[in-house]
C-alpha cells in the first residue's frame, strides 16, 4: 500500500514561523491591545508561547487566548475568559469563524481579534516570500517516489499556496490543508480516511501539537527540531525514511524522537 506524508508548514518545512511571529504576529497585538506592561516584553511572552514552548506551533487564536490571559490589559476579564473557552470548543479557529462570532454579536474581544488577524495577514503578505529549509526539496523528491504527500498546517492557506510554490515544492503536493479545514489532528483523520492504514502514516512537524495530532489518530511522528531544521530534514531523508518504507520504525525509536523534540524546546 502506498505510504502517507502528512507535512507541517511554517516552522517545519518552510523557514518563516521566527520571521513571520517577529515581524507580524507580535507587532500586530501591540496595534491592537493595550497590555499594562512594555511592548517589548508582550513581544518576548509571544514568542515564548508561540517559538519556544510545549504550545509552539499552535493556532494563532489559540496564541491570542493565551496571551490574554497572562498579561493584564484593556480587556475585561469576563471577555478574555469567554474568548479562550470559544478557542477551546470551536470546530474552527480561523478568521472566517471569528467574523461569523461578530455577526452573532460576539463581545469586542472577538472584533478585536479579527482585526489583530487581519493585520497579522496584511503584514505577512508583504513580507518576501520565505523559502524552504535546506534538503526539504531533496527529501521530498525521494518520498514522492513511494508516498502521497499533503500539507498539514493551521497557517494561512493563501500564504502557504504562495510560499510552497515559490519555493518548488508545489509539484509534490496532493492537497494542502489549512486553518480552515479544521485542526490538524482533523485535517490528518480527512486525508487518512482516503484509504491508508495507521501504520502508513507519517506526520512531520515541528511542535507538540504535531505530536498530539498524530497520536490522535494513531499514526507515526518525525520532529523538526527548532534550529536544527536542515540537520532534522537531512536525517529524515537519509535514514529514517527508508525505515518507514520498510516498517521498521518502532514506538522506542519513536519516544526517542519526541524526547529529543521535547528536550530542544525546554
Not at 480587556?75 to 469563524?97: D, G, I, K, M, Y
Not at 480527512?190 to 501539537?209: N, Q, R
Request: aromatic share 10%.
Amino acid at each position: 500500500m502506498k505510504k502517507l506524508l502528512c507535512i507541517d508548514s511554517d516552522g517545519c518545512a518552510i523557514d518563516s514561523m521566527n520571521t513571520k511571529h517577529r515581524l507580524c504576529f507580535g507587532p500586530a497585538l501591540h496595534e491592537v491591545w493595550k497590555f499594562a506592561i512594555p511592548d517589548a516584553e508582550v513581544q518576548r511572552r509571544w514568542e515564548k508561547i508561540n517559538l519556544f514552548s510545549a504550545q509552539r506551533g499552535i493556532n494563532r487564536f489559540a496564541g491570542v487566548a493565551a496571551i490574554l490571559q497572562q498579561i493584564e490589559s484593556s480587556v475585561p476579564s469576563q471577555q478574555v475568559q469567554e474568548f479562550v473557552h470559544w478557542t477551546t470548543r470551536a470546530e474552527e479557529l480561523s478568521n472566517s469563524a471569528v467574523e461569523k462570532c461578530v455577526r452573532d454579536g460576539a463581545p469586542l474581544v472577538f472584533r478585536q481579534a479579527l482585526e489583530w488577524s487581519q493585520r497579522v495577514n496584511e503584514k505577512i503578505s508583504a513580507l518576501p516570500l520565505a523559502q524552504p529549509f535546506a534538503n526539504v526539496a531533496d527529501c521530498l523528491a525521494s518520498a514522492a517516489d513511494f508516498a502521497d504527500i499533503v500539507v498539514v498546517s493551521s497557517a494561512n492557506r493563501d500564504a502557504i499556496l504562495q510560499e510552497w510554490k515559490a519555493g518548488g515544492l508545489d509539484g509534490y503536493v496532493r492537497r494542502y490543508y489549512s486553518q480552515n479545514d479544521g485542526s490538524k489532528t482533523q485535517c490528518i483523520a480527512c486525508a487518512k480516511a482516503e484509504g491508508y492504514g495507521d501504520g502508513d502514516v507519517l506526520m512531520i512537524g515541528d511542535a507538540p501539537g504535531d505530536w498530539k495530532a498524530a497520536q490522535s489518530n494513531g499514526v507515526w511522528f518525525y520532529p523538526i527540531l527548532a534550529g536544527k531544521e536542515a540537520q532534522s530534514w537531512m536525517q529524515l531523508g537519509k535514514h529514517e525514511l527508508a525505515d518507514f518504507l520498510q516498517e521498521h520504525w518502532t514506538i522506542q525509536q519513536q519516544r526517542i524522537l519526541v524526547n529529543g523534540m521535547m528536550s530542544n524546546l525546554e
